[in-house]
């Protein structure tokens, strides 16, 4: 009898077993999204876009179907499971030149009536982006980063809203919000597990190969746009033409950066004596300190950070993919917005008690990416208002955007930060900041009172600044301007500061010129204007040739590298001298100042492109 009854209990220990494992298999078994493809119109209602159906969906069809993007709507109608949404459509809306993002509402016009979708999520692409699908910049890359944007938006709290103070455009590696760090991480990281887990190898091997072509080709530009900050008298031609190069760069750092996890370091930064010169310099990026470690709340402020704590907690796990993800969206819909605190540190909570027994995996993981042990006390976000332009895109180098305001939080600024407060001393903010890291950060605004070695005039800028007061003076005057990124606007600040970089050389040239090698012939005052001017044309040409060569050797890619600036300069006035000497030679005094003067030019632009 006991024999009988062991073997019951044994059979229903293995029912029980099998009877969880099917539970546990069926939860992530999900039908898949209808995808529906669409085209932007011009129209918009109630701050909504309007969208029709696209006639002829073929050629992104054949992308979706060959490309992880495939995979990206299987785990979105995963993560339906932990959302409120009663639709299981997903729509994709291209428009020309979008900017792309991933967002929930529009309007679908259709036989001249338009239905409510305000409740629907939705990605819009550029159409361009169907011209290509093996490159950075394409479809296969951009479609699942902002995937990952709609999926955190529909399984967290509030639709996963971004609490956005920081007036500046986000970056790899810029610190912002502890919001909008997630959720760019976290979209950052869903953009390369996409190549990672790329089973198209026609695809994955040209995404890796432009990886390194982008790696290769880059080296040498940001080296140079670094000397752009660094030494004296340059004309600034890599920080001019920084938009062709920056997102390449930019692009490259989300990969690089979210594998390897040097993100947690902080950027190179220079003591300049502009700080808005040295906030920008930060900014870009260029090199990582590896000597500095940020601060948690600085690590949790960055999205990079975060990307490379999902590819890490995503890579690291077991199982199918499935059900890597299973885990992370069922931890969003029960955890995430909650409370005031860091998202990633409710993550890491949340899915500790989830998934108990892959605690010292999650700490491990959290240490690694942040550079920091695992705390659930954070300090807050205290946001202080600096007036005066801000550049507040990186590639705006000459603040040609005028944007008025720059606004950090105290918690994660640097020196450079509180020395845009008019009033505040470089010991005071050197003291601020020593005071700050030695109490883990402030607790409130009422601290700033016991900061020892500092003045009491920076303490009332700080107070005044911090303000409630002040917050909703600038959140109400950016809400009443348009602030609208105009690549013109910045073009034109870019030209404007060559031309003042090119009448400073043109000083230092021409009286070069005058005193040692003209001046004997100099007949009189006027002769002195006319060949002043001939001359100020001259380089201003030349300038103009030398910044061309550098934009050109941005864009072009020959092989892995770039064209040379120098080289590419140095062929065009080669055949331009060569051509005018022989216009002029038959007057042997035009053919010696114009061989001089050029000799003299030369050196000038190779100075600014090496």
């Avoid at 950052?188 to 091997?205: A, D, L, P, Q, T």
Wanted: aromatic letters at 14%.
């Amino acid at each position: 009898m006991k024999k009988y009854i062991f073997l019951l209990i044994f059979a229903l220990c293995i029912m029980s077993f099998a009877i969880e494992e099917d539970v546990s298999a069926e939860e992530i078994i999900t039908e898949k999204p209808n995808v529906i493809v669409l085209k932007g119109t011009d129209e918009t209602k109630d701050g909504f876009p309007v969208y029709e159906l696209m006639d002829d969906d073929k050629l992104f069809m054949d992308i979706y179907n060959k490309s992880f993007i495939k995979k990206s709507v299987e785990l979105y109608g995963q993560a339906l499971q932990y959302s409120n949404l009663d639709s299981k459509d997903i729509y994709f809306a291209f428009r020309q030149n979008s900017g792309c993002y991933g967002n929930i509402g529009f309007y679908l016009k259709k036989d001249g009536e338009l239905y409510d979708k305000t409740k629907s999520p939705h990605i819009e692409l550029s159409t361009g982006q169907l011209k290509n699908y093996n490159d950075l910049e394409s479809i296969t890359q951009i479609l699942p980063h902002e995937m990952g944007h709609v999926i955190q938006k529909v399984t967290t709290s509030n639709n996963g809203e971004i609490n956005q103070n920081v007036v500046d455009i986000h970056y790899s590696n810029i610190q912002t919000e502890y919001s909008t760090a997630f959720c760019e991480g976290f979209g950052e990281h869903f953009e390369v597990i996409s190549r990672m887990y790329e089973e198209n190898n026609e695809i994955k091997n040209g995404i890796y190969k432009e990886i390194e072509r982008i790696e290769n080709s880059t080296k040498s530009i940001v080296n140079s746009a670094s000397r752009d900050f660094t030494l004296p008298l340059r004309l600034d031609y890599y920080r001019e033409v920084s938009q062709f190069w920056q997102q390449k760069y930019e692009n490259l750092k989300r990969h690089e950066l979210g594998l390897s996890g040097d993100g947690k370091y902080k950027n190179l930064s220079y003591d300049f004596m502009d700080p808005e010169k040295s906030i920008l310099y930060r900014n870009m990026g260029l090199y990582q300190d590896k000597t500095k470690m940020k601060s948690l709340e600085q690590s949790l402020s960055t999205e990079i950070v975060v990307s490379n704590f999902f590819i890490k907690l995503i890579t690291t796990d077991t199982g199918e993919l499935n059900e890597r993800y299973s885990k992370v969206f069922n931890v969003f819909n029960k955890y995430l917005n909650k409370d005031s605190k860091p998202q990633l540190i409710e993550f890491v909570s949340g899915y500790i008690k989830e998934y108990t027994k892959e605690k010292e995996r999650l700490l491990q993981i959290f240490k690694d990416s942040t550079g920091h042990d695992f705390t659930e006390e954070c300090a807050p976000e205290i946001w202080c208002i600096s007036e005066g332009e801000h550049s507040n895109i990186i590639f705006d180098q000459f603040r040609g955007l005028k944007f008025p305001y720059y606004i950090f939080n105290i918690n994660t600024c640097e020196k450079e930060d509180l020395l845009r407060l008019k009033g505040i001393s470089k010991n005071d903010a050197e003291g601020i900041i020593t005071y700050r890291d030695k109490n883990n950060g402030f607790k409130n605004t009422e601290e700033f009172a016991h900061i020892e070695g500092v003045s009491d005039k920076a303490i009332q800028i700080l107070t005044n600044n911090t303000s409630k007061e002040q917050i909703e003076k600038v959140t109400s005057t950016m809400n009443e301007r348009k602030f609208e990124k105009s690549f013109y606007t910045i073009f034109i600040a870019n030209i404007k500061h060559l031309i003042s970089r090119t009448m400073m050389w043109f000083v230092i040239f021409f009286l070069t010129y005058y005193l040692f090698v003209m001046k004997a012939s100099f007949k009189s005052k006027k002769n002195i204007v006319i060949v002043a001017i001939k001359k100020f044309f001259k380089l201003m040409f030349y300038i103009l040739i030398g910044f061309m060569a550098v934009a050109v050797s941005s864009i072009i890619v020959i092989g892995n590298r770039t064209l040379n600036p120098i080289i590419i300069f140095i062929t065009v006035i080669f055949i331009y001298e060569g051509i005018t000497l022989l216009v002029i030679r038959k007057d042997k005094l035009k053919v010696r100042d114009s061989i001089i003067s050029t000799l003299m030019i030369i050196p000038i632009i190779i100075y600014s492109q090496y």
